[in-house]
């Protein structure tokens, strides 16, 4: 089956203290502060070399950023992550997330989670976790805990903890923020064709995503990384499109 290419779109590279021209957006404008400087006469500067991106937010006004493509993570308070269990020391698990450091997972650190009744991960495990403490003077360290939904790890449905089964995958740090902060649009478009499936996205640029179907899971994977740089009717239009290549669940 031939499908239509979906045109890509022309990527604007602003550096910093280059002057954003915006004649071209229209609607209520909601900007980065960290990318930008605004200044008294209503001039928009770049504060950082990167692309210039405009995506429509879930209350319809216009998101506008610089995604500077971050190579490195660098762990901050709250952020959600997914990391990779690399050994134990103490009473905490050495958790690869990306970082300078590995970070530390107590063993206690589950909903519900006693000595007697913990998880026993082993290395190479996949976990979902929060970032608790980070700052330059200690260790970076992470739980399972959610500071709201409290579903004990038995029952099998956390929010945090080991990601079974599935694939996982890399995109750039800046995409998996965006994702995070204004919406998943290409796992909804997936919804319209796939009814079940799970996901989850880490701040530090891993993705992870089971279905039943592995061939469809490779499917999404592929399909989001191509739309980064896609508006949301882009991403609609292009999922329709490559929808036939799906395997029935």
């Known amino acids: 089956m031939e499908i239509e290419k979906q045109q890509q779109p022309a990527l604007n ?39 210039l991106v405009d995506t429509q937010l879930k209350d319809g006004s216009c998101g506008l950023t610089v995604k500077a493509y971050a190579q490195k993570y660098y762990a901050e308070v709250d952020d959600y992550v997914i990391g990779v269990i690399k050994g134990r020391v103490q009473e905490y698990y050495l958790v ?14 589950f ?48 929010f945090f903890g080991q990601l079974k ?9 800046e995409y998996a923020r965006s994702i995070i902060g204004q919406g998943d649009f290409v796992f ?13 996205i880490g701040s530090n640029g891993k993705v992870w995503i089971k279905t039943l179907q592995p061939q469809n ?14 508006s949301i009717e882009q991403i609609k239009v292009y999922v329709d499109q490559i929808s036939p290549l799906l395997v029935k669940e």
């Not at 700052?135 to 449905?157: L, R, S």
């Not at 089964?165 to 740090?173: F, L, R, T």
């Open 13 to 51: 590279i602003v550096l910093p203290g280059e002057q954003i021209d915006l004649s071209q957006l229209t609607g209520q404008l909601q900007i980065d502060e960290k990318s930008f400087t605004l200044t008294t006469d209503n001039q928009l500067y770049s504060n950082k070399s990167g692309v």
């Open 96 to 109: 690869d997330i990306g970082a300078q450091e590995d970070a530390l997972l107590s063993f206690y650190g």
């Open 111 to 158: 909903e519900g989670a006693t000595k007697k009744n913990r998880p026993n991960l082993r290395d190479g495990s996949l976990i979902f976790c929060r970032v608790t403490e980070a700052n330059k003077y200690m260790k970076i360290k992470v739980d399972c805990i959610h500071p709201k939904i409290k579903k004990q790890w038995m029952t099998g449905e956390s």
């Open 165 to 173: 089964d599935g694939m996982v995958s890399n995109i750039s740090i």
């Open 188 to 200: 909804r478009a997936f919804k319209k064709y796939i009814k079940s499936f799970e996901t989850a």
């Open 217 to 230: 899971t490779i499917l999404i994977l592929n399909v989001l990384n191509k739309c980064e740089n896609m």
